[in-house]
């Protein structure tokens, strides 16, 4: 996935050998070897690339490359997007002259002189979307409230069944556009030809959204999604109130994420056990609530750095000495 996108933005792309190590069980000794040939790959792409400095986001993959570039004296700024940092991140940044967090509340896990707060950073056309713009752009009624179901680019099923489940009881009040990912979009684009003729044209089902995801969110009055780290980043920029799910099967960074934003009044948290009772419910709760909703959406917006492209992009100039 990192290839298409690197190549998209029109940047070189080199693959560096890497895999995981914590609980991997018998799998930890060959995963520490493809670590170590990514350490001697990375140490000839510093080599040949000459770096004025490095930019890591965590992840095992960052480690081979943070240590080849630590060893040639290359400046490092490494950026934390969720709230609490994994153990790469934490290792990465003793090798790091700068850390780079989301929000304040990371602070706490980092030496306090490595540490700027710069907020999470947004693509320009999530920037530039609007509302009204947004409403052409997928042909949505100016009467109805919209609602965005998403859950990453391969999707979410436990969202997708239980948003399909309660589809009818939800489009009679307001529109959906729901981006169900590549895995489950056979079944939701059959599902979809199940719902009555009347309300058929409020569901707005894609597979994924790429640059059509910033007028989604600009067009939508609630979210339902996961908690990764964009939405610590992209919520706050629209002002979106949301209903959070963390992802169960994965370490507990989505509900580290998820109760930052619920503790800041800005989202709700469910349990992805929770979602086929729960998720509908929830949701015609808070719709019919406009006064919670529109001081979620003042507390979300209150959260939003919308220059935190900027602000990542001038420690690195420090870094390398370039003035901004």
Do not use: C
Not at 213 to 229: E, K, Q
Not at 236 to 242: E, M, N, R, W
């Amino acid at each position: 996935m990192e290839a298409e996108l690197v190549g998209r933005a029109g940047i070189q792309f080199a693959a560096v050998e890497g895999a995981g190590l914590h609980g991997m069980g018998m799998r930890a000794l060959p995963n520490f070897f493809r670590l170590v040939a990514g350490f001697f790959q990375s140490l000839g792409l510093v080599a040949r690339f000459r770096p004025d400095t490095l930019f890591v986001t965590g992840g095992f993959v960052a480690v081979p490359v943070a240590l080849a570039a630590f060893l040639r004296r290359v400046p490092s700024l490494v950026y934390l997007p969720d709230i609490e940092p994994g153990l790469a991140v934490k290792w990465l940044s003793r090798l790091a002259r700068k850390v780079a967090v989301t929000a304040e509340d990371s602070r706490a896990f980092f030496p306090n002189r490595k540490v700027v707060v710069t907020g999470y950073p947004v693509r320009d056309a999530m920037r530039a979307a609007t509302r009204d713009r947004a409403l052409a752009t997928f042909n949505l009624d100016p009467a109805l409230r919209t609602l965005i179901v998403f859950g990453g680019s391969r999707g979410a099923r436990s969202l997708n069944r239980a948003l399909i489940a309660g589809a009818s009881d939800l489009l009679a009040h307001f529109q959906i556009i729901h981006v169900a990912g590549q895995l489950d979009w056979p079944g939701v684009s059959a599902a979809r030809e199940t719902l009555p003729e009347s309300l058929k044209p409020r569901y707005h089902a894609f597979a994924y959204l790429h640059d059509e995801m910033a007028p989604a969110l600009a067009a939508a009055d609630l979210a339902v999604a996961r908690a990764g780290a964009s939405t610590l980043g992209e919520l706050p920029l629209f002002g979106l109130p949301a209903i959070l799910v963390p992802y169960p099967h994965a370490w507990r960074y989505q509900k580290v994420n998820a109760d930052y934003l619920a503790a800041s009044g800005a989202a709700v948290r469910l349990n992805d056990e929770e979602l086929a009772a729960k998720l509908v419910p929830t949701i015609l709760g808070l719709m019919a609530d406009r006064t919670r909703l529109a001081e979620m959406r003042a507390r979300m917006r209150a959260l939003a750095r919308p220059d935190a492209a900027g602000a990542i992009a001038n420690e690195l100039r420090a870094l390398a000495g370039v003035s901004p």
